[in-house]
T-cell receptor, first 117, second 118 residues
Framework: AQKVTQAQTEISVVEKEDVTLDCVYE???????LFWYKQPPSGELVFLIR??????QNEISGRYSWNFQKSTSSFNFTITASQVVDSAVYFC??????????????FGKGTHLIIQP | ETGVTQTPRHLVMGMTNKKSLKCEQH?????MYWYKQSAKKPLELMFV???????ENNSVPSRFSPECPNSSHLFLHLHTLQPEDSALYLC?????????????????FGQGTRLTVV
């Protein structure tokens, strides 16, 4: 069985502060994929990043960065210099590859990020 | 056209009604999914269609019936629902890759259908 835990239900920070969203996952598979999605009030989930289990390099994309630590089964997401437009619910997700076809995603419960002006 | 389009955006139905949710993807993907998002619960995978064949059900009640006539369209037929079925239903698509270790690419989601069962 696989599981994704996002312990932070809600985080509120003032604009321009840095904020880190935690994600811890459980899986027995050796090949798996980790994702982060953003869900603004409109409801659509917006893809942010995909990382496979063989690639532990951290990634930076503008103000966003991701820290993948296989030893602690964590895939944390940091927003630097946060902006009000970053306010949304953020989901961490896990997908295994069964070798036979498409795999759905196992999501965490999400972290509601509030950026106050 | 946006990548994944869902209609209707909002739906209110009685417990004895029959309705259908529609999803269309314009991305050329070969896999489509239905997810349910209830308040205070993680998104739950309901159905997976890969190459138009259903590959995963996840023990969804039979009052939810999926249909995938082709790789671009996905329906969710609803009948005799319960109030607890009220939720946001999200459709997604992805491109499944054939080789182990490649997995499937990221899923693209529609904006969802907000369903209220009264």
């Amino acid at each position: 069985a696989q599981k994704v835990t996002q312990a932070q239900t809600e985080i509120s920070v003032v604009e321009k502060e840095d904020v880190t969203l935690d994600c811890v996952y459980e899986t027995r598979d050796t090949t798996y994929y980790l994702f982060w999605y953003k869900q603004p009030p409109s409801g659509e989930l917006v893809f942010l990043i995909r990382r496979n289990s063989f690639d532990e390099q951290n990634e930076i994309s503008g103000r966003y960065s991701w820290n993948f630590q296989k030893s602690t089964s964590s895939f944390n997401f940091t927003i630097t210099a946060s902006q009000v437009v970053d306010s949304a619910v953020y989901f961490c997700a896990l997908s295994m590859y069964s070798g036979g076809g498409a795999d759905g995603l196992t999501f965490g419960k999400g972290t509601h990020l509030i950026i106050q002006p | 056209e946006t990548g994944v389009t869902q209609t209707p955006r909002h739906l209110v139905m009685g417990m004895t009604n029959k309705k259908s949710l529609k999803c269309e993807q314009h991305l050329g993907h070969n896999a489509m999914y239905w997810y349910k998002q209830s308040a205070k619960k993680p998104l739950e995978l309901m159905f997976v269609y890969n190459f138009k064949e259903q590959t995963e059900n996840n023990s969804v009640p039979s009052r939810f019936s999926p249909e995938c006539p082709n790789s671009s369209h996905l329906f969710l037929h609803l009948h005799t629902l319960q109030p607890e079925d009220s939720a946001l239903y999200l459709c997604a698509s992805s491109q499944d890759l054939p080789n182990r270790g490649s997995g499937n690419t990221e899923a693209f989601f529609g904006q969802g259908t907000r369903l209220t069962v009264v």
